[in-house]
């Protein structure tokens, strides 16, 4: 029997306890047991033709599939069924993977709000020379996803740690959506609150790469909004229930996506963003060029009008743009610039809003004080 074969499991209902069990295996062959490895059939992955595969003690962050249970790698499957622990997010979720492949090895849970205690009683394992397996609900581990500390922890314990590719969100959204993937960002989740997002986003704004974001479907239409509010008027994706039977991708800019979904309502399951990377064009203009052009756009139309114009012609942010146009009508009120005396919102130029005909010359004595 392998080292600590049925000592641990996790719970359906709340963290995990080494005094429970998920399933009873099968008996083990100790022959297999060579030099601490531990060496297994993949019979069943291989349509009945047994393969070796040999795993040596330690953490091997395994990814899992982000909808399709077939979207495994079979030399995930090989040590998921040799591990003598799965450390999960939710057991429930692995369990249910588990399950259809057919496997039987303990979970124990393991994830933000029990992290600090459960790292311990896994790095115990690792130290009597067990194989523990880590993987979150969906996709590869510590993408946007709990278990860096363990990972640190196992690394300066002198501990060997395995990356088992596979399946991944923002791998699978870059791959299809058709934007430049020479060079992009993984944002992750966007903060909920909309200062802190549209602060970020303006951080995010001047990053020359494909831009991908996680994101929740009740928050989806504002994020786009604050999207096209900060990074101007660029072309997006929105690619949700990725490798699902429902699998949708919807194409356009960020503001015609935003107006899309406050029209419909928050979208069902998973949701990537993909926002492509600033217009060369942009980059090219001098701050001399921009004010030129959103001068002349004044000289049309009120602040937000040649903001708004701008950024469609440049892909330059309209919040940037909208209070360069600011500062512009402000210094052009003080020096009298603008012809028409006023402003488009009725403010004179020397700001003496309601000054009569007879304004600035002397009252006569007949007029006095009124």
Do not use: W
């Not at 935003?258 to 979208?267: D, E, F, L, T």
Request: charged letters at 25%; a negative charge; hydrophobic letters at 40%.
């Amino acid at each position: 029997m392998r080292p600590g074969h049925g000592s641990g499991a996790g719970s359906e209902t709340g963290p995990a306890t080494e005094s429970e069990t998920d399933a009873e295996k099968g008996p083990s062959d100790t022959s297999s047991l060579m030099s601490g490895d531990v060496t297994q059939s993949s019979a069943r992955a291989t349509g009945g033709k047994a393969v070796p595969a040999t795993f040596s003690p330690g953490l091997y962050v395994v990814a899992t599939p982000i909808g399709n249970a077939r979207d495994i790698t079979l030399r995930a499957l090989d040590l998921l069924a040799s591990a003598d622990i799965i450390a999960c997010e939710d057991t429930r979720v692995t369990r249910k993977l588990l399950l259809i492949h057919g496997i039987e090895t303990p979970t124990l849970a393991y994830h933000d709000h029990n992290a600090a205690r459960m790292r311990p009683r896994l790095m115990e394992r690792l130290n009597k020379g067990e194989i523990v397996a880590l993987v979150s609900d969906a996709g590869t581990p510590l993408i946007s996803d709990p278990g860096y500390r363990l990972v640190n922890e196992v690394r300066a314990a002198d501990i060997a740690v395995t990356a088992l590719p596979g399946a991944s969100a923002p791998m699978a959204a870059l791959a299809s959506a058709g934007m430049p993937t020479d060079r992009f960002l993984f944002a992750g989740f966007l903060p909920g609150k909309t200062v802190a997002r549209r602060r970020t986003l303006a951080e995010l704004a001047v990053v020359p790469a494909t831009l991908v974001f996680f994101e929740a479907a009740p928050r989806l239409a504002a994020s786009l909004a604050d999207m096209g509010l900060e990074l101007g008027p660029r072309a997006a994706a929105v690619l949700r229930e990725l490798t699902k039977k429902f699998e949708e991708a919807r194409h356009g800019t960020l503001s015609d996506l935003a107006a899309h979904y406050q029209a419909v309502g928050p979208p069902k399951g998973e949701i990537v963003v993909l926002v492509a990377p600033p217009d060369d064009k942009a980059e090219s203009l001098d701050p001399a060029e921009i004010d030129a052009m959103l001068q002349a756009a004044l000289g049309q139309g009120s602040v937000k009008d040649a903001a708004k114009a701008l950024a469609e012609q440049t892909g330059l942010p309209r919040r940037d743009l909208y209070n360069r146009a600011l500062e512009l009508r402000a210094g052009a009120l003080r020096d009298g610039a603008l012809r028409d005396g006023a402003s488009r919102d009725g403010t004179p130029p020397d700001g003496s809003a309601g000054r009569d005909e007879g304004a600035g010359r002397e009252p006569s004595s007949s007029e006095g004080d009124r």
